[in-house]
């Protein structure tokens, strides 16, 4: 049982390294396009219209290519495969399929045809010019949704085969596309420019991956057989799953939809907070999370649930090593890394302390958007879609009283609303891990109490790192060139990571030697 663990483990841990580095190089990416829209059109009122627009094909985005149609779909199509019933699977996945490109299509339809109904859920503030530009983006954009979905649920298919590479690689098509759109487009076409961007990268995204859905297809039909067991349970699973991994979103949106009200580029200070604050969140925390679902699936499949706990432990406890430390850094090095990543051009100094200011309340939340992203994916494994909704609604409920107290008893501002996110993020995450306790029993829950413990205190001793480091630094640098803004943030990153891993030696933290051991075996595998 051990050799299997260990096994089960080293996959894993591959599998999650290859995501980390494809995903890596989306989000680099992905702030190639964030800095391109910043210097080009700035932190005004037409990238607040931008950004609103962009927030339904972007909630698609990480609903579906992050998951939420293939949390349904994984735990069913894996079990075929687990139990070698292939061809009954891919019977299952074709109706599935048939059914989700005629709905689809229908929702693109729906979203063109009465989007002056739907772009007050996104800026309830807006009005005149503003909204109409709004609405004219919203229907411009609408069929990426049906691409972005269409991804996603090929991202399933291939994760249930072992297969990471492909799903990975077409964000990064997505965002290279959106880039291009904007430094070509962008200066004569304006905001239209950035559309096309959009369509553009979700049409890549998809066909990207065409050909390997193509390579893996075992038995695809033209059929819609609803009576079957397996698409009963994949579309009893579908719609709480759907509402339960787009809390996140849906909070996002709410918070976005309450910017309208406030100073023109709220809503994009928001947004370039929360992409920094996403960053982490989609390498690590995505990447373990995606490479240990199909795992998690086949454990809780064949009822093998002492390596289900162990697989979920050493997920938890690696996401916690890294996004703590993490949310730490952003919080210390918040307005160095906007001012290197985004200031100049259009984006003022300004725009800077504001965006940094949501920053550092975004920042207090990490660990726990992290800790969901795993946990929900056990849930999943477990069939048990009801909790996560429960959960979440609570979680907005949470987020809306908050937001609705910050703003009118504090002097917060935009600040308050990424406050109010990262405290229903937390509540969410607390409320998740106590009701999995529960439902399995223990969790190994010392194992992860006692290392949430240590990488606190090696995080905290990070920041203190970094702050002293930036006192002696900074008078000699020069922080109005891009060297003097590099060094600065470099050499604390630096001095941050080298503290960070010295406290995790000393203290012998399990993860650190985890990831001391995949990077021998690499050294040796290349000798």
């Known amino acids: 049982m051990s050799f299997i663990v260990q096994e089960s483990n080293r996959r894993v841990a591959k599998a999650a390294g290859l995501l980390m580095a494809a995903i890596t190089l989306s989000r680099i990416l992905g702030f190639v396009r964030e800095r391109g829209i910043a210097q080009i059109f700035g932190r005004t009122r037409l990238t607040d219209i931008f950004f609103a627009a962009f927030s339904i094909p972007d909630l698609m985005y990480y609903l579906l290519v992050g998951g939420a149609l293939s949390a349904a779909f994984i735990p069913v199509f894996t079990s075929y495969l ?51 530009l709004l609405v004219r983006q919203m229907r411009f954009m609408f069929p990426a949704v049906f691409f972005t979905a269409l991804a996603g ?134 990447g373990i999370s995606t490479a240990i679902f199909p795992t998690l699936a086949r454990q809780a499949s064949r009822k093998e649930m002492d390596d289900f706990r162990a697989t979920f432990s050493l997920g938890l406890r690696s996401t916690f090593f890294i996004t703590i430390p993490s949310g730490i850094g952003l919080w210390v090095l918040g307005e160095p890394i906007v001012r290197l990543l985004f200031q100049g051009a259009e984006f003022t100094a300004a725009d800077t302390k504001a965006t940094a200011f949501a920053l550092g309340f975004y920042s207090l939340g990490l660990f726990a958007q992290s800790g969901i992203q795993i946990i929900t994916r056990v849930y999943y494994s477990l069939n048990d879609t009801a909790t996560p909704v429960l959960t979440g609604l609570l979680t907005v409920g949470v987020n809306v009283l908050l937001n609705l107290l910050f703003l009118s008893q504090t002097n917060l501002s935009h600040g308050g609303l990424a406050l109010a996110f990262s405290i229903s993020g937390i509540i969410n995450f607390f409320a998740l891990l106590f009701f999995l306790r529960k439902r399995i029993g223990s969790i190994d829950g010392g194992r992860i109490s006692w290392s949430f413990l240590k990488t606190g205190v090696a995080s905290l001793g990070m920041g203190l790192a970094v702050l002293w480091f930036a006192d002696r630094i900074n008078p000699f640098l020069d922080l109005h060139t891009v060297m003097g803004q590099l060094l600065e943030v470099g050499g604390g990153m630096l001095a941050g990571v080298l503290v960070f891993l010295v406290a995790a030696y000393l203290m012998r933290m399990e993860e650190l030697n985890l990831i001391l051991d995949l990077v021998k075996r690499k050294i040796k595998r290349q000798k």
């Open 153 to 286: 649920l090929q991202m399933g298919i291939l994760n249930s085969y072992q297969v990471f590479g492909p799903p990975a690689f077409g964000p990064i098509v997505y965002n290279l596309a959106i880039i291009v759109a904007c430094y070509v487009l962008g200066p004569s076409l304006g905001l239209t420019g950035l559309a096309v961007g959009v369509v553009a990268g979700a049409i890549g995204n998809f066909f990207v991956q065409l050909p390997y859905i193509r390579s893996h297809n075992r038995g695809y039909r033209l059929v819609m057989d609803f009576h079957h067991p397996g698409i009963r349970k994949i579309f009893r699973l579908m719609i709480p799953s759907l509402v339960g991994l787009s809390v996140t979103q849906i909070n996002l949106i709410i918070n976005q939809s309450l910017a309208s009200g406030l100073a023109a580029g709220s809503i994009t200070a928001l947004r370039y907070a929360n992409r920094l604050m996403q960053l982490p969140l989609g390498i690590f925390a995505m």
């Open 82 to 132: 687990a139990n070698d019933k292939e061809k009954e699977g891919w019977y299952v996945a074709s109706t599935f399929i048939n059914v989700t490109v005629l709905l689809l299509l229908a929702f693109t339809i729906v979203g063109i045809i009465f989007a002056p109904q739907l772009a007050p859920l996104v800026a309830y503030d807006f009005s005149g010019r503003d909204l109409a």
